[in-house]
């Protein structure tokens, strides 16, 4: 079986070169990257109770799936962490080498989907962020990247409610509308509401410890955490 599917990789695949334009094809990413590093950092901290220093995330390993060009990986790596991308697009791979490169980061990337990573040790954190809703089959994925997670290990899953409200807004108005995504980059069909989430973690030994919204304001043009997870939502577990 593979988790890959193969026109989301080639969508992504032919805006690679754009991943690091803060107004290009990933603007919107570019503006909610603030938000999720402060959710996972202030996460990971207080589930491991780390101490609050300049690289808090010192000798933690973490595994970014669909990791794209890089965006989640460098500030991970900046907090300290040991990071490895990996992403099924080997254009995503390659833009984010050079840019890591560039900013003489050492990450490692490598070009993979969850179940064909060949790698001996087991990771404390898997970040799973707007992905789930681009993979073929989300239970093979979750049940992939849990193998790969240790006991007590956290995963953060990241995506899209199914509701009538995320096709208004994150289909019909950020794709149609104001344009902020290409026409097509999701799916309704494959987004995933939070009680089936919650089942597919549970039968992958992934336990829902936190669930939290993640609304944008139009009038402040900023992402923030908010109980209301209609449109996008963001999890923690834990691996039992």
């Known amino acids: 079986m593979s988790s890959v599917n193969k026109k989301e990789i080639e969508k992504f695949s032919k805006m690679a070169a754009e991943w690091w334009d803060p107004n290009g094809k990933f603007k919107p990413l570019h503006k909610f990257n603030p938000i999720r590093i402060k959710y996972i950092k202030e996460n990971i901290i207080n589930s491991f109770k780390l101490k609050a220093k300049q ?12 990791c794209g060009g890089g965006l989640l990986s460098e500030p991970m790596t900046r907090l300290g962490a040991n990071v490895t991308g990996i992403d099924a697009s080997s254009k995503n791979i390659n833009i984010a080498k050079l840019h890591a490169k560039k900013n003489k980061l050492k990450i490692n990337y490598l070009c993979s989907s969850p179940e064909k990573l060949k790698i001996q040790k087991k ?88 669930l939290d919204g993640m609304n944008f304001n139009i009038i402040k043009d900023e992402w923030s955490v908010s109980s209301d997870a209609s449109i996008n939502y963001i999890v923690k577990s834990i691996k039992l």
């Open 123 to 210: 990771f404390d954190v898997i970040l799973n962020m707007e992905i789930v809703e681009h993979v073929e089959d989300i239970n093979f994925f979750i049940n992939s990247c849990s193998k790969l997670l240790k006991k007590n290990g956290l995963m953060f899953v990241a995506t899209l409610n199914k509701t009538l409200k995320s096709y208004v807004f994150a289909i019909i108005g950020a794709e149609y509308v104001l344009r902020w995504l290409p026409i097509g980059t999701h799916d309704w069909e494959k987004f995933v509401r939070p009680e089936d989430l919650k089942k597919i973690l549970s039968k992958n030994n992934l336990k829902l410890e936190k």
């Open 55 to 66: 690289k808090p995330l010192d000798k933690i390993n973490i595994l970014d799936v669909g």
